[in-house]
Structures are given as structure tokens and as C-alpha cells.
């Protein structure tokens, strides 16, 4: 059984898609590059069976400030929206301790299934407003990008690449419980 039933209450907790994001941070260059999905979808379900979290993001929604980069993000080089149209993950495990959330499970980029293990917070239970229960969740992982097929780099001339294979993904997920 998990843990996370303890701080939230059993039942099914739908996204709020306006109020979440799910973005990404790698080294390129002198700095940090990020980006993020416009269009995601979630699912948090809480039972006496445990805890379970699925979601994914539209390749074609990736948000970085350059157009021609977000092309090229989609293109074969990187995502390859048109053969693998969708980012995935589903949880295995979900535990939680205080405030603490650790997630194991599998994350799907390009066809290519890797376990990957995710850490963050969650929030105490909320009444919003408009009489909803709500939580949020703050998640964080690290994987190196190589691994599901994501190869594309440029050499610098000091024989460095300009981008490093870990990537940081970040998710600020906004769930509210579903009636």
C-alpha cells in the first residue's frame, strides 16, 4: 500500500491543464536551455491498493522561445513528433513521506521505455473557491537523453559537445478530485 494515502484522500484526481506544466532543462552551451509541452494530460488515482500517475505530453506542443527550434525539437534529430507523437510515464510505485514524494516508474520518449525515478512534493488538500478538492504535485527527474534515442549534438571546437545528454524534466502538476 502506499503512503501517499495518508496525506490525500482516496479517489480519482483529474489534471487541471490550465494551472500545470511539464517542461525540460539541459545544458547547451555557456547556459541552460528549457522548454516545455503546452498540451498535457494526467491521472492520479488514490485507493487502499495504493497510488497510481499517468500522463504524457504532445510532442507537437513543445514551447521554446525559437519557432525554427521548435521544428527542429520535433524533427527526427530530437522528438520525431510524426512517427512518436506523445511523451509518456506511468508510475510502478508512489510513496510519500511528509511532503516528500517519490515516484518510480517508467518514462517513454520516442518509442524508448526507461524506468525513471521521480522526486518532488505534493500539497496538503485544498478546497478551492468553487467547492473543488485540490492538490499539487511538484516533480523532478534527471535522465540521460542518448538513452531513448535522442542523439542529436554539435561539436565546439574545443572538441566538446555543445549539449549535454542529462536532461532535467520538471512537472508542476495541478490535479483537482474528480466528483
Known amino acids: 500500500m502506499s503512503a501517499i494515502q495518508t496525506k490525500v484522500p482516496a ?11 511539464v517542461g525540460f532543462e539541459v545544458d547547451y552551451l555557456a547556459g541552460t536551455f528549457r522548454g516545455q509541452f503546452r498540451d498535457v494530460q494526467a491521472e ?14 504532445e510532442v507537437g506542443s513543445v514551447d521554446v522561445k525559437d519557432e525554427n527550434l521548435a521544428g527542429h525539437l520535433q524533427s527526427p534529430d530530437f522528438f520525431d513528433a510524426e512517427r512518436y507523437p506523445e511523451i509518456g ?3 510502478k510505485n508512489v510513496s ?5 514524494i517519490k515516484v518510480e516508474g517508467d518514462l517513454t520518449i520516442k518509442g524508448v521505455t526507461h524506468a525513471a525515478d521521480v522526486t518532488g ?12 478538492e485540490r492538490i499539487g504535485l ?23 559537445q555543445a549539449l549535454a545528454n542529462d ?11 474528480s466528483a
Open 138 to 160: 511538484k516533480l523532478e527527474t534527471r535522465v540521460d537523453r542518448t538513452e531513448f534515442g535522442v542523439n542529436w549534438n554539435n561539436p565546439l571546437p574545443n572538441g566538446d
Open 96 to 100: 510519500l513521506d511528509g511532503e516528500t
Open 44 to 57: 492520479l488515482g488514490i485507493a487502499d491498493s495504493g497510488a497510481r500517475i499517468e500522463g504524457s505530453a
Open 121 to 132: 512534493t505534493v500539497t496538503s488538500p485544498l478546497t478551492d473557491p468553487y467547492g473543488r
Open 89 to 91: 510515464f506511468t508510475a
Open 11 to 21: 479517489g480519482t484526481w483529474s489534471l487541471d491543464p490550465v494551472h500545470s506544466a
Open 167 to 177: 536532461v532535467t524534466v520538471v512537472a508542476e502538476l495541478f490535479f483537482v478530485k
